[in-house]
């Protein structure tokens, strides 16, 4: 069936090379317009969630032993933050390999942070890949950062 298709095209192009060139060039301006379009949506949602930043640090004298990360959620953003959910990599000190259980555990807060908000609360260490004597001696970072607008 596809070949009878690519068949009557190219016989189209033979009998009416003007006629199918315009409108192979119509067809070509349209879909470069609605993909400039869809381009130009995810570019600007990308920017507007890369305005809100999300940090965490091991902090027994702001949290405690059972939840002993602190999250910071700043949101400088010109829109209103529903929803935000991120995970957690853990990294000994000069080591690349991400201790964290990847997929394991996706932490959110439904907290609504208006444009230049400010949250800050605590959540328990990510599902580690082996044992670690001293957590507090990991560099833990955000990663997967999304966010939820109004």
């Known amino acids: 069936m596809k070949w009878i298709a690519i ?27 609605v993909g400039g379009f869809f381009y130009y949506q995810d570019w600007s949602e990308r920017k507007v969630v890369e305005a809100v930043k999300v940090s965490v640090v091991h902090s027994l004298a702001f ?23 991120w995970n957690i990599s853990a990294h000994q000190k000069g080591f690349s390999d991400d201790l964290a259980v990847p997929g394991y555990q996706i932490y959110s807060q439904d907290k609504i942070l208006k444009p230049n908000a400010r949250w800050r609360g605590c959540v328990g ?21 999304d966010a939820i607008f109004d």
């Open 7 to 33: 068949t009557v095209v190219l016989l189209l192009f033979v009998l009416f090379p003007k006629k199918m060139l315009g409108g192979l060039g119509i067809a070509v301006l349209v879909g470069s317009i």
């Open 63 to 85: 949290c405690d032993e059972l939840a002993p990360l602190k999250i910071t959620i700043d949101n400088f953003s010109d829109k209103t933050i529903s929803m935000v959910e």
């Open 125 to 145: 260490l990510p599902k580690l890949k082996r044992d670690v004597e001293n957590a507090s001696a990991l560099v833990f970072s955000i990663k997967n950062r």
